[in-house]
């Protein structure tokens, strides 16, 4: 019993990072229709940022939130200097666009970081805590409730804030949304700052337990990726259920089958829903919205 | 009149093609980006300060050394252009490169069909076997570290171990090269577990292990990040039995990330790791010493394992180019193979006809992980 807690909370760990990632993706495909593969270049910044920040004596709390700003920042530099001028390219082009700035960024860390691996120390300490005989890292529990936390953040930012409700009538139909004044280029701009902030804070967060270095993005893209689609791409909801999800399937199958197929049990699941459901887990709500 | 206009032309021909008779051309194909870059920046490090020295030591046999790098990216295709550039457009009398097998693999047939010698700093054993008369290595092989890790395991009695292994080349060669030598040991292998890469996470594999009966020690081929999460899972879970790191994370940075949980952890590593500890009278202990103290004085970063790679692979072959006299493959090649009792920063060499790495199980020191620094197990 106490195996299958571990695989739980481990699952669980590495999904809501999965979750975090999957979310940011959803936040700019939403206001802008594209998948933007820069988004695990978030995350590496972030957690990347905090380390030389708190090597160099700033303290952790404080290194963190710098790492965030910054990263949206990038973000938002990201939307303002590759994507906006390409508006009206085709959505394909768009992509592209999104990784060749993911390359671009990881080059750019490779110079002004190192090509090193890194991590800080986590938050609360490194002692396990033991639930039923499974050992949980208190930093696990960082991430479980940090992401929960960012994720009711935002849902109360798009149902009960003029600003939030006005990204999403930008997602919705960009051009009825200019029709009632919404400064639609200005909500674009504020999806690529929130995502990349999404993306920063995750990477804050798993730092501590997955250590991070110039190249973590790609992998974690991929990953949040598949989170997204499994959960239907623009949903929430179900970037959350997908992040999850992909991560509980992980920890099951290399706890008791084997871990060899892990990664190939994820996604025959991922390729199994898409083809019965190919809008996603959360498809229908898309359609209804559409 | 016209033939001595003929004559000429020729002899300027051929000083165009041997660009300068005084000097000896060295190349090299290293992965100075990307992702083997934590190879290659450091060999290409060494190689640059040790050209220096050596000419301003007055050359090899008076020859000044010229050093033509190429940077292959970690590609293997990009590094097998570079090895035909070396070869057609440099050429040059020997080569030192391949930062990793995959490399190494892609341009040891270009340098055994122009006969040039070449050196690889790569680990594993397929480089050297099957013998290639033209390709030599430095480093030791996956093969040597699994069995210093079984000697280890043999010593304190311990015989079923579980192995977790990193899905990457040198996990999965490494995982092999185990299974393949443990019979000779006696040990038994009663779990296997891969991890990928990328994951951040090995908590499943770590319990499944341990849930194995009979598991008396856990072994785990890796590099890069995954050894230090293994390390820190091992410790999050308490689980209470040896654990065996590879010599592909015998840096201090590895001590670093994986923090306290390293505590107990054993490895295979060289003597360049733990040159403070080792005796007055180690017949390794100038040139380690040497080499360190050279190379943080001039790059300001600590030393690694696969700079020593390159220093040792450098001198073996200023050696050979000075005993054989001139650049000529064959007489160099030949030298190279007569290098006997030669002591270096990974180990002593004894090359010979039949074994072109010349390193034997003495090359790594088993050390153990204590209060947060090295220590030294015999």
Known sequence: ?290 | MRLKSTLAVSALAMMAANPAAAEIRLGAVLSVTGPASFLGDPELKTLEMLVEEVNAQGGINGEEVVLIHYDDGGDANRARTFATRLVEDDEVAAVIGGSTTGVTMAVAPVFEANEIPFISLAGAVVIINPLNPWVFKTPHTDRMACESIFTDLTARGLSSIGMISGQGGFGTSMREQCIDVAGEYGIEIVADETYGPRDSDMTPQLTSIAATDGVEAVVNAGFGQGPAIVTRNFAQLGIDLPLYQSHGVASDAFIELAGDAAEGVRLPGTALLVADLLAEDDPQHAVVTAYRAAYEDRFEEPVSTFGGYAHDAFWIMAQAIESAGSTDGAAVRDAIEATTGWVGVTGEFNMSPDDHMGLDLSAFRMLEIVDGGWSIID
């Open chain 1, 1 to 290: 019993m106490y195996e299958f807690l571990q695989f739980v909370s481990s699952g669980m760990t590495v999904g809501a990072v999965y979750a975090l990632v999957a979310l940011g993706f959803t936040l700019i495909y939403n206001a802008s229709d594209v998948v933007n593969f820069a988004q695990g270049e978030f995350v590496m910044l972030g957690g990347m940022t905090t380390v030389f920040l708190y090597d160099a004596g700033t303290p952790l709390w404080l290194a963190a939130v710098l790492a965030v700003m910054i990263t949206a920042t990038v973000g938002v530099l990201l939307n303002k200097l590759a994507v906006e001028p390409a508006r009206g390219a085709s959505v394909v082009s768009l992509i592209i666009i999104t990784i060749g700035a993911s390359i671009f960024l990881r080059g750019v860390a490779q110079i002004v970081f190192d090509k090193q691996i890194h991590r800080f120390p986590a938050f609360t300490g490194e002692d396990p805590i033991t639930v039923a005989g499974a050992a949980i890292l208190p930093q696990s529990l960082w991430v479980l409730m940090g992401g929960a936390a960012i994720f009711g953040v935002l849902y109360l930012f798009f149902t009960r804030s003029v600003i939030g409700k006005a990204v999403l009538a930008t997602a919705n139909n960009r051009l009825a949304a200019k029709l009632v004044g919404i400064n639609t280029t200005a909500m674009m701009t504020l999806s690529f700052g929130l995502s990349a902030a999404v993306g920063a804070l995750a990477g804050v967060l798993a730092t501590p337990i997955t250590l991070t270095s110039y190249d973590v993005g790609g992998g974690l893209a991929l990953k949040g990726f598949a989170a997204a689609m499994l959960g239907s791409m623009g949903v929430p909801a179900g970037a959350l259920v997908g992040g999850l999800l992909l991560g509980l399937i992980e920890a099951m199958t290399a706890g008791y089958i084997s871990s060899d197929y892990k990664d190939a049990a994820a996604f025959i699941v991922i390729l199994t829903v898409l083809f019965v459901m190919p809008r996603g887990l959360f498809g229908r709500a898309v359609a209804e919205r559409v």
